[in-house]
């Protein structure tokens, strides 16, 4: 069983492709490439041409090297499915950038189709003042925040950050994770937008230096990631 995914993926992005096994009614999945565009579709062709007598299906993502929005939608064909048939379904071994988003999300990466509860809402402190404890979580919480949004609006701009991925790697043979680590140390050193960021990488193809600060921050990025 093999599927591939061939929507509206960009140019330079590594389509993702499922290949399965089954043995003695596990059926095992593996997932390779990446969780864009498409890849709901792809996850649910291998679904369908499972055999009957499979009992219990498993996906391993170790493979999978990038996710955006359309991982979520992924893990709800997946989950679909095991309430169709209720056989129990799982996935296994996230890591790197999809690891990171599953988290940003809220979901467990070692069980991201467990429902999550629902945050206790913190009464407002009318004690004495918080702790360098509680101080330190709080900035925390902040830098997740920023973060969570930096990712929004990477995925918004996914075409330009997609080329600017591709270029990185085909400079520097670092992976897809380590280029998007890239871009986003980039931004964070300069002060930069990630988007900004993407665009002055992809436009530097046509000889247009990308501002000093970019450049400063981008060769910091490059030497900490691929060195």
């Known amino acids: 069983m093999r599927a591939a995914a061939g929507a509206r993926r960009a140019a330079d992005g590594v389509p993702l492709v499922v290949e399965g096994r089954t043995d003695a009614g596990h059926a095992l999945l593996t997932a390779r490439g990446e969780l864009v565009d498409g890849c709901a579709s792809v996850l649910a062709r291998e679904l369908d041409a499972l055999p009957p007598d499979t009992r219990r299906v498993e996906v391993d993502v170790s493979g999978v090297a990038f996710m955006d929005t359309a991982g979520l939608q992924f893990l709800e064909v997946l989950e679909a499915y095991g309430r169709r ?16 988003v599953l988290e940003l999300a809220g979901l ?5 189709l467990r429902p999550v509860p629902r945050p206790r809402v913190p009464r407002p402190q009318t004690g004495p003042p918080a702790s ?3 101080l330190e979580r709080a900035e925390r919480l902040r830098e997740l925040h920023e973060e969570v949004e930096q990712l929004r609006r990477a995925m918004a701009s996914r075409p330009v950050i997609d080329q600017a991925r591709g270029m990185l790697m085909a400079a520097h043979s670092c992976t897809p994770d380590q280029a998007w680590s890239i871009l986003r140390e980039t931004s964070q050193l300069s002060n930069t937008k990630l988007r900004t960021v993407a665009e002055a990488v992809a436009t530097s193809a046509t000889g247009t230096l990308p501002p000093v600060e970019v450049r400063a921050a981008l060769r910091t990025a490059i030497a900490r990631h691929t060195g």
């Open 85 to 100: 048939t209720a056989l129990p379904v799982a996935t296994r071994d996230w890591r790197g950038q999809p690891r990171r």
């Open 108 to 112: 467990d990466p070692a069980d991201p």
């Open 132 to 134: 360098p404890v509680a």
